[in-house]
Structures are given as structure tokens and as C-alpha cells.
């Protein structure tokens, strides 16, 4: 089961995190920031993309946009999200779970500018009913993510 990976992740690297599981749905932004009790954007999105060699992952704050220009002009080819039925082969999470931990390869991640924005944010924890807080810095760090400014500017 992909919570028990996540749980697993986290204690076979010594990370002192643990997976919140709701008996709410949290499969979409909406959904999640209302089990738990936040604002949507500081549900950090988990959206897995194939490259012409490769899949990878990009976080961003829950309501972000992905700006096809940016995307381009930074990986030099156009977003392609990996198929839905291969998310969870990729990732080992199914939809509405997908989060960088606990994977069963490892993958590049990429973590948007706009989880900046907050303090703490909640990506999925392995399942359509969990998730993980976790500080924006220490996200960066557990992950190894490369931070990239990949999604549309909000007009304010």
C-alpha cells in the first residue's frame, strides 16, 4: 500500500514526519485543504510530467498553474503529463496521493517558487485521504528539490 511506503520512507531516513490520514477525501486541492483545515494554495500539488527521457516531479502551491512557456523554455520540450493509468506504476501513489516520498525510483523533483509563499505546506502522503506537514525549507532538503519558477503569475 503507498501510505505504508511514505511511513516507511520516513522511517527508514530517520525523518521526523508523519502522515496525517483523514477519514475525508483529500484527492483534490479543494478537498484536502478542507479536511485539513487550510487555505487550498498551501496544499503543495504533486504533478508528475514525462520528458522525452524521463518522468519527473513538480510541486506547487495547490492552486498554481502550470505556464507552458515557462515549462518549455526550462526542460526545452512541452509539458506532457505521464498517462493517469502510469502514475501509479511511476510514482507508486495513486491519483490523489502522489507525493514526493517513498518512491520506487528515484525521480527528479522540482519544487515551483510559489510554495514560497508559505511557511508550511501539506503534499499528499501516498493516499486519497492523507497528507504530510512539512516545512517549504526541509521539503527542499528531504526531497532534493531544484527550485524553478514554473507556473503563471497571478493578476492581483
Known amino acids: 500500500m503507498s501510505i505504508q511506503t511514505v511511513k516507511q520512507y520516513f522511517k527508514d531516513n530517520n525523518l521526523p514526519l508523519k502522515v496525517i490520514e483523514t477519514n475525508e477525501d483529500t484527492s483534490t486541492v479543494e478537498k484536502a485543504a478542507k479536511a485539513l483545515g487550510v487555505e487550498p494554495d498551501m496544499i503543495a500539488k504533486t504533478l508528475a510530467f514525462k520528458l ?11 492552486r498554481a498553474k502550470t505556464d507552458n512557456r515557462k515549462f518549455k523554455d526550462y526542460f526545452k520540450e512541452k509539458p506532457k503529463f505521464v498517462n493517469l493509468e502510469k502514475v501509479e506504476e511511476v510514482t507508486s501513489h495513486p491519483i490523489g496521493g502522489v507525493c514526493p516520498f ?3 525510483k528515484k525521480l527528479e523533483i522540482y ?14 502522503g501516498g493516499s486519497p485521504n492523507s497528507a504530510v506537514k512539512i ?22
Open 52 to 62: 522525452k527521457e524521463k518522468e519527473i516531479l513538480i510541486l506547487t502551491k495547490g
Open 102 to 104: 517513498g518512491l520506487p
Open 111 to 124: 519544487l515551483d517558487i510559489s510554495l514560497k509563499e508559505f511557511t508550511t505546506v501539506y503534499p499528499a
Open 135 to 156: 516545512d517549504v525549507d526541509y521539503l527542499a532538503e528531504v526531497t532534493k528539490g531544484t527550485w524553478i519558477d514554473i507556473t503563471k503569475q497571478e493578476l492581483v
